[in-house]
């Protein structure tokens, strides 16, 4: 088999801003499938949204984005829209996980990768993924993510099926120690890492010295964001800017026991946590904001800064004629509807601007650089002094008592089903015309 063609650098494919579809799941809306997901999806890539991140561990997410690109990519004429264009592969990015099957229960071993990214690419209706990231490696030994790194690099260079490969996660320092693993153990550093709930109003601890009236870079090399540079890793994006629901004027309720949101039960924040940045929303309102406006609009600027600043951002244009280019920090953003997803847009519009970069369309000045500064005032000097001892933390995890719940004699075993049935005739026919003569 000839071998693949090289990829070019992930951060001259990636795109700026990603829709994440953990929110196409029963964790964030009590029925996913009454969203308008598939409005959603065409709404962001008419708005210029074009990458996607989603994980067979989200519910229904792959199902309902592959279902929603699907028919975007082979739409069906209509008497309105008799000759309609269908969406190019190649013209969006496609990102989902592997690894994690349930809240306690994580299978890395080669076997479940492989069937993992089968069933994902089926889902989601293409036969390649941009990028496939280990979901949550800190349930997990450092040798089982090392495992399930080099299966997926097999994946990606002896089959075609992965282009891009990272790591995903929620304590940033054990990121970095994986990247510094994997780059130690195999010589190739990681090309992205998924960074969630570390890069937020309410805890910055990702890139703390990188944040304004923090100690300068250069002070602080055993920072998160620098191991991660210097292991290599070409990417590093920032996702939960609302800290999975926490940043919001509706916030979460401190009794796990509340039936008023369905993130009452499964979130890990304590409920002191939860009571203090619910007081945040009464600041921002005050000051004529809602909490996750301000939110967004600082994580989104303050990343898009840091992200190039650090080295690990992704290349965007920076004229309008697109033939220069500058660096800015890429983001994961979750809606569960199209006026958030129109509103994170124009946020984002406002920021490229702000920063000098090339904009697609008009910007409302509503979220301009006057706004962004406003933004950063509000943060720095009215809800950080608030947030008190609550500023910078972040839960553990994996929690206290935690065990795998997958048995060691079923890692490994995946279902006989059609997905392999498929895959083990692909891999037959290959090895036959392989062994034609030339």
Known sequence: MAPPKPHPPISTTLPPLLLGTATFNHQYVSDPLAMPYRDIVSRAISLGVKAFDTSPYYGPSEVLLGTALDSLMNPTASASNPLPIPLERESIFLVTKAGRIAGDEFDYSPTWIRYSILRSLQRLHTEYLDLVYMHDVEFVSPDEVLAAVKELRRLRDEEGLVRYVGISGFPAHVLASLAEMILEKTGEPLDAVLSYGHFTVQNRKLALPWVAGETRPEESSSSPLARLKRAGVEVVLNASMLGMGLLTNRGIPPDERSEASPLAKWHPSLPELRVACKELAGITGTAGERLESVAIRWSLQEWARIGAAAGVGVQVPSTASGNDTATVGATVCGVSSISELEETVAEWKGVLSSLGHAVDGKIDPAYGKERQDKVLRL?????????????????????????????????????????????QQRLAARSTRDAQPK
Do not use: F
């Open 379 to 423: 943060v720095q000097h009215q809800l950080w002094p608030a947030l008190g001892r609550w500023m910078d933390y972040a839960w553990e995890s994996p929690g206290p008592g935690y065990v795998n719940t997958r048995p060691e004699e079923d890692k490994g075993r995946v279902p006989s089903d059609s997905i392999m049935i498929a895959y």
